[in-house]
């Protein structure tokens, strides 16, 4: 069974940055595409990058293109997410999860699982 573990949130300014962790154990994530996602309170939890793992490809969602960049560090069973000139409407808890499935739509919440605890990132203004 697959493990992941997110850290790395806090607090921060707006403009700021921060960098997220999410380190797999059990089992290696090398051969599967992995994403973050985000829950902000009072809202659904949504997409926000994926990598996939045979070309390293990325895919964001609108709100954060430009500002965020997903990597990953195969040997380390590791994806990074690097948030920068962060807004008060990024403040949530940010989960990574593994794609088990490969469908239509990168960002469908439910082709991934082995979702960890979180990381909570506040933003303030």
């Known amino acids: 069974q697959v493990q992941m573990v997110e850290s790395g949130g806090g607090l921060v300014q707006a403009g700021g940055s921060l960098r997220l962790s999410c380190t797999a154990s059990?089992?290696?994530?090398?051969?599967?595409?992995m994403g973050w996602f985000r829950q902000a309170p009072g809202k659904e939890r949504e997409f926000v990058a994926t990598?996939?793992?045979?070309?390293?490809?990325?895919y964001y969602a609108n709100s954060v293109k430009g500002r965020f960049t997903i990597s990953r560090d195969n040997p380390k069973n590791t994806v990074y997410l690097q948030l920068n000139s962060l807004k008060p409407e990024d403040t949530a808890v940010y989960y990574c999860?593994?794609?088990?499935?490969?469908?239509?739509?990168?960002?469908?919440?439910?082709?991934?699982?082995?979702w960890g605890q979180g990381t909570q990132v506040t933003v303030s203004s």
């Open positions: 059990g089992r290696t994530v090398s051969s599967a595409d």
């Open positions: 990598i996939t793992w045979s070309r390293g490809r990325t």
């Open positions: 999860a593994r794609r088990r499935r490969i469908g239509p739509d990168i960002a469908t919440m439910v082709d991934y699982d082995c």
